[in-house]
């Protein structure tokens, strides 16, 4: 027979419940397995009946974009009970069910595996009682259980990210950008509390993603009594710079050091009394946890969603359960009750005011993001130390525009100032070094900058080579720059290296040369996201939800063609975050089998209800068979059955405002690439062959690395410009297991 799966949501909702649910449905039945949902939580699972419901394939049909649970989720005191949990597991056998995915908090985590725990002692009362049949029994010995954690808190042990903590960075990345600009219209302060009970996750992040003034957290208060004047002195000093307004953001399980809590009311009436300016209090409530869930939360879900089913499936009587969590982007299973036990640790840490262990607990990724936060609000314009020598850094801007360069721009200047140093910015890309285009940069050039799309500096994909490099050592020398920081796609960084290929000629080449990838393609090598893909990601997932909408009364196939050049990057992440049938990537290629397939496969549907098909082709997939032949080719075979329509979305994926994660990974790099330049003119880290280091920044498993650029340039396919490697490959089962039915 058959095993039998059981998926539940239980506790807070959190967008990306329903791309999880999903996974899990399409999982299971691609193995064999057959699945229920449980509807309502624990509570479904007492109630039994209805509530016990078998799921197909088409159930889960158009819910990855639907916030919430549509399978609901609730609290059930009843199941805290040993009767309940009898009850349950009753209901579960009437259905044959031994395996679960749980998708909740720690409370619905712990319940699981209590249920677990006691599934024999239960299951043989149920068979004294006649409840269950020995033989039911027997074929139900153990219970196995796979948890995934939905909450936007992110607030548990061992896992970088919980199911809906980036959308929920979304809705307050969004809510602060607008308070930002009434606040600087009337020259006002705003105090913002924002959720996250004692985790202070999406306030970090949304101070670093908005450009916030201040941050106050649970998990590292103030260090000192009269803090207050510390946050007063510092944003006098901003007013000073010429800000015209003032963000605070309150995490709402803030307190001081002694565990005293801070309330924004409090907040306010600091900032009244002693900075002298108006203040308004916004708390932005349940619209942090509603909403249409981020491309990335649909991805982190389905991915978990799958290994979950395989952990639940594969699970022998004595295996512990699995939490499945992601960790420097890569899936890991972790004994639950370990995550559990270590999530409570940080809980109990936090009510002693034992803020070290708390921090410590929450996670290099956290700690790291909170100090950059710390040094970015106290950063303030300083003259060099005595002795110190004085750098001049040129910015540059290069290939196409990518959201969130302006954001890395800004703390490029910003710290550049602090540590005593001059930032130049370099207009239009490299024709702006080739024509000696430079500005020194002061503080408030780079103000409201955070939220801004495009390249306010200006880019171009120019590489100079020839006599252009004449012109842009001129300009070096002319301007006297110390060190390049390029943030751009490739172009920059083959710009780069054709400056570090001729410094045997120009000696003013010789000076550290960093790059930053920033490209909405991440198809820079030694880098696992680039800035601006993930604007450009959330900006597909959106248009393709409403293309899918449009057609909800007719039977259509679209063919969506997205950018990427040669990388299909973005192809295969948006083909996850939109649940599309087919994609076509440059590199796996297109032949005529794979398009017979997919004909038949489109007939095939169509002809058993189907009403929409939506094909995802990157831009360079096959020069041959592009979408307006995809088009046609599907138009004609598809005969009667539906008609086709392309959609080629154009710039609009490179366009709007970053969203948090690109500005929180610009600001991440653009930190490490000032500190990186600084150790390597003044400090210790010069490159090992005594030249002055010529590297490419990235996050690479977790890490932000630095890479030499003779190291880069042999990690890349350069006819195809992307790496050789590319880690998000990977997932590519996954999106086939999504679309297509094999069990
Ligand atoms: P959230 O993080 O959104 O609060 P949660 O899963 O932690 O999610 P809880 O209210 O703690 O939310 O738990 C949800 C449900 O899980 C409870 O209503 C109860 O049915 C079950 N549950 C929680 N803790 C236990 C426990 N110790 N034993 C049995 N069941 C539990």
Redesign the pocket.
């Known amino acids: 027979m058959a095993k039998r799966l059981g998926v539940l949501t239980?506790?807070?909702?959190?967008p990306g419940m329903n791309a999880a649910v999903r996974a899990v449905v399409r999982a299971a039945i691609n193995r064999g397995a057959e699945v229920f949902a449980i509807y309502e939580?624990?509570?479904g699972m007492i109630d039994g009946g209805p509530r016990i419901r078998p799921m197909s394939w088409e159930d889960v049909g158009g819910i990855l974009h639907r916030g919430g649970t549509i399978i609901g989720t609730?609290?059930?005191?009843?199941?805290?009970t040993r009767e309940?949990?009898r009850t349950a597991a009753q209901n579960l056998l009437n259905h044959g069910i031994d395996a679960l995915v749980v998708i909740?908090?720690?409370?619905?985590?712990?319940?699981?595996d209590?249920?677990r725990q006691e599934w024999t002692e239960l299951v043989g009362e149920l068979v004294q009682t006649g409840g269950v049949s020995p033989q039911v029994a027997e074929e139900h010995a153990y219970l196995s259980i796979a948890g995934l954690v939905?909450?936007i808190?992110n607030?548990m042990y061992g896992t970088d990210m919980t199911i809906g903590a980036d959308t929920a960075l979304h809705r307050i990345t969004d809510a602060v950008d607008a308070l930002t600009s009434t606040a600087a219209s009337h020259q006002r302060a705003f105090v913002v509390e924002v959720m996250g009970?004692r985790c202070g996750y999406l306030a970090v992040m949304s101070a670093i993603a908005t450009g916030a003034e201040w941050v106050l957290v649970p998990e590292s208060p103030p260090d000192l009594d009269d803090w207050e004047d510390h946050m007063v002195s510092v944003m006098r000093e901003g007013q000073r710079m010429g800000r015209r307004d003032n963000i605070v953001i309150v995490a709402e399980g803030a307190q001081d050091r002694h565990g005293k809590p801070i309330t924004c009311g409090y907040v306010r009436d600091v900032l009244e009394e002693r900075l002298g300016e108006d203040v308004r209090i916004t708390v932005l409530g349940h619209v942090q946890r509603g909403g249409s869930p981020s491309a990335y939360d649909r991805i982190l879900s389905t991915i978990m969603g799958v290994e979950a089913v395989d952990s639940a499936l594969t699970a022998g009587p004595t295996d512990e359960p699995v939490l499945i969590g992601i960790q420097d982007n890569k899936l890991i299973r972790q004994p639950l009750m370990y995550c559990v036990a270590k999530t409570r640790e940080i809980n109990e840490a936090l009510a002693v005011c034992d803020f070290e262990r708390a921090m410590e607990l929450r996670g290099r990724g956290y700690r790291n993001a909170f100090r950059i936060m710390r040094t970015l609000v106290r950063a303030l314009p300083h003259p060099p130390k005595e002795g110190q020598r004085r750098l001049r850094i040129a910015i540059v801007n290069a290939g196409g525009a990518a959201p969130g360069m302006n954001a890395a721009v800004r703390v490029a200047v910003r710290l550049t100032l602090d540590k005593g140093h001059i930032p130049l910015g370099v207009i239009r890309g490299f024709r702006g070094l080739i024509s000696g285009h430079l500005e020194e940069y002061r503080w408030e050039s780079v103000s409201g900058w955070a939220p801004q799309g495009g390249s306010i500096l200006g880019t171009s994909r120019k590489v100079p080579d020839g006599r252009d490099l004449y012109a842009v050592a001129r300009t070096l020398e002319e301007h006297k720059i110390d060190a390049l920081l390029i943030i751009g796609g490739w172009a920059g960084y083959e710009a780069a290296y054709q400056l570090v290929k001729a410094r045997d000629t120009f000696p003013s080449f010789s000076i550290p040369i960093v790059c930053v990838p920033a490209t909405i393609n991440n198809n820079v090598p030694a880098a696992e996201f680039s800035i601006g893909a993930d604007t450009a990601l959330n900006n597909i997932t959106e248009v393709v939800d409403k293309i899918k909408q449009s057609a909800v009364a007719s039977s259509r196939v679209f063919v969506v063609e997205v950018m990427g050049r040669y990388c299909g990057y973005l192809a295969l992440m948006s083909d996850l975050a939109t649940g599309a049938e087919r994609v076509y990537l440059h590199e796996e290629g297109v032949c005529l089998k794979d398009l017979e397939q997919d004909i038949a496969m489109l007939r095939d549907g169509f002809t058993h209800g189907k009403r929409l098909g939506l094909m995802i082709r990157n831009e360079y997939a096959n020069p041959l068979y592009t979408t307006q032949f995809l088009a046609a080719l599907f138009e004609e075979e598809g005969g009667d059955l539906f008609d086709v329509r392309i959609s080629v979305l154009g710039h609009l994926q490179q366009g709007g405002d970053p969203q948090p994660f690109d500005r929180i990974l610009a600001t991440r790099m653009a930190t490490r690439a000032v500190e990186y330049i600084e150790q390597s003119l003044i400090g210790d880290e010069a490159a090992p062959d005594g030249l002055p280091a010529a590297a490419g920044l990235g996050q690479v498993s977790g890490e932000l690395r630095v890479t030499p650029l003779e190291d880069i340039m042999r990690m890349s396919d350069d006819k195809v410009q992307r790496p050789k490697q590319q880690w998000w490959m990977s997932l590519r089962p996954v999106t086939r297991m999504m679309s297509f039915r094999t069990g």
Not at 104 to 112: N, R
């Open positions: 239980s506790g807070g909702d959190a939580g624990y509570q609730a609290r059930c005191d009843a199941f805290r309940g949990r909740g908090g720690d409370g619905s985590l712990t319940g699981a209590t249920l939905g909450s808190d607030d009970r």
